[in-house]
């Protein structure tokens, strides 16, 4: 076995400055969006903002098929074998084989949905343009980062991303018909994004390139269906909803339904993805060195997510109205119920994402996982036809908040029978919080010292 001696161990300080440092990113790279949003929104309107966003929605099933899980999957296996020098470059040429494999079954697909489609047929260079993207995600290493546990400098990358694209948006988006090369500098900035972090990270972890057997990486997406599938059920009440609205409704209400969709979608991101990103590969090693341990982590972690998204959740609703004002003018008026109905998903999501990916696929319960998303993209179908028909983009806003309301209340129910009950009282106390902000605390004196 070979072994990187420069590979350090997993310590919770590290996983703190990664959470902090990562924010702190996250937080700039959506300020970017909120100083193009004002500007883009205003000049092309609800409609063609309907129209962009209803393409994005739909790529991102390609977008799924590229990626296989493997944020969880290759994520998962690159924590196990951090000091494996030998199994990293395996799993890394494995996974790239995959996801090109993939990409190419997605140009075949999306080539007859661009001709067979309405919705791509009248918009072609909207419907190209967002498709690019695709070819970002093969290359794009975040899953090897995470695995790494060295998050902060993909995050810049992202950062440098999100400055080009804001100046080619400013820079080409002057009228209503310039609204197709939104898209377009989306999936450049990617592109840029991929290229560099696939050179820096193939440098920086002595990556050898070699192409593994296609047999093999077949194996591997066989191996890892489950999550993969997983993964689509998730997106089928997330996602799916913009695109369902976009069948069953017109370009505008999907315009309305994606403008507070879309601000809620940036506050999970900075609130969440640091979290998130820093959390898994830690509490997979913890869950490595025993079942207990694993859980006891998440245990801990619970009441500080719950606070944290609490409070981001309250400032979102009373703030909604005065947020859609400011971001996207009073044409953007009618969005208002629906992002103060959205205001609540980050709660739900920080607990769904403690229970089922911090949980769950850590204990390798990807088939319960994959069952209750499975039962919850049903059912959110369900309220999709329902709702929508009857209360157009109000009715996939609540179509969302009831469907992960139903999934993170089966996924607890089911750790619950397992005798894993996920709240503990002890860490519900001031004393409890004060030992996690302490960490937190000395990494920004260091930072200011800096």
Known sequence: MAVDAGVQPVRKAGVLKNVFSIGIVQVANYVFPLLTLPYVSRIIGPDKLGVINFAAAFVVYFVLLINFGFDLTATRAIASNRSNLEERNRIFNLVLLAKSLMLAISIVIFVVLLFAMPQFREEKATAIFSFLVCFAWVITPNWLFQGMQELTRVAIFNLAAKTIFTILIFVFIREKVDYVWQPLAVSIAQIGVGVYSFVYAIKRYKITLKRPKTKDALNLLWKERIIFFSSVVVNLYTTTNVVLLGFLQTAEQVGYYTAGWRLILIAQQMISVPISQALFPYIGAAFSESRDRGIDIVRQLFPIITAITIAASIALYFLGPLTILIVYGEAFEPAV?????????????????????????????????FRITTLGAVISLALNFLLVTRLGFIGSAWSWLLTEMLITGSMFFVLYRMGINMIEKKYFTANHFVRFLKPIILIIQQKIKK
């Open 337 to 369: 119920p629906a992002f103060q109905t959205l205001a609540f998903i980050p709660i739900i999501i920080g607990w769904n994402n403690l229970l089922g990916i911090q949980t769950m696929i850590n204990l390798k319960m990807d088939r319960s996982f």
